[in-house]
C-alpha cells in the first residue's frame, strides 16, 4: 500500500466531515512522515485524529533540526502520545539531541490534554483504559 493509500484510508475512517477536513489539511506533513518510518518496523500511525496536528508540528520542527531522520514509531501508550525517532547525527551532537528530546516531550505532554479523537481540550482517563478524551468523546 502506497503512503497515499494508507493516508487516504485513514481519513476515510473519520466519521466527522469537520474533522476529516481539519485533519487533511496536514496531508503534506503526514505523507513526510509515513516517508520518514524506518524500513525495520511497521509504518502506522497507531494514534487519533485529534493528534493529527501535534505529530505534524513535530514532524516539522524535527525535519529542520535533522532533515534526514527516520521514525521508529508513532503511537498512544498509557494515554499519551509517544514518538519514537532514530536521529541521523550522533548523539555527542548534545544540543540539537537535547532539543529534539524537548520538542518531543513537548508534544507528548501536550497530547496529554488534546482529545485523541477530536482535538478538543482534554483529560487523561482512568477506566479500563487509558486514555485522552474530552467529555463528548468520553461517553
Not at 547525527?89 to 516531550?105: H, M, Q, S
Request: hydrophobic content about 35%.
Amino acid at each position: 500500500m502506497t503512503h497515499e493509500n494508507y493516508w487516504e484510508s485513514y481519513l476515510s475512517k473519520i466519521n466527522s466531515v469537520t474533522l476529516r477536513q481539519q485533519v487533511s489539511m496536514h496531508t503534506k506533513s503526514i505523507l513526510d512522515i509515513l516517508s520518514r518510518f524506518n524500513s525495520d518496523f511497521s509504518t502506522s500511525l497507531d494514534v487519533g485524529p485529534g493528534w493529527m496536528h501535534i505529530i505534524a508540528d513535530l514532524n516539522e520542527q524535527i525535519s529542520y533540526i535533522d532533515p534526514h531522520y527516520k521514525i521508529a514509531q508513532i503511537k498512544e501508550k498509557f494515554g499519551i502520545l509517544r514518538y519514537y525517532v532514530d536521529l541521523s547525527f550522533d548523539k555527542e551532537d548534545y544540543l540539537p539531541y537535547i532539543i529534539v528530546r524537548i520538542l518531543t516531550a513537548n508534544a507528548e505532554n501536550l497530547s496529554s490534554h488534546t482529545c485523541e479523537q477530536c482535538g478538543e481540550l482534554a483529560r487523561l482517563t482512568s477506566t479500563s483504559w487509558r486514555k485522552t478524551l474530552c467529555d463528548s468523546c468520553a461517553i
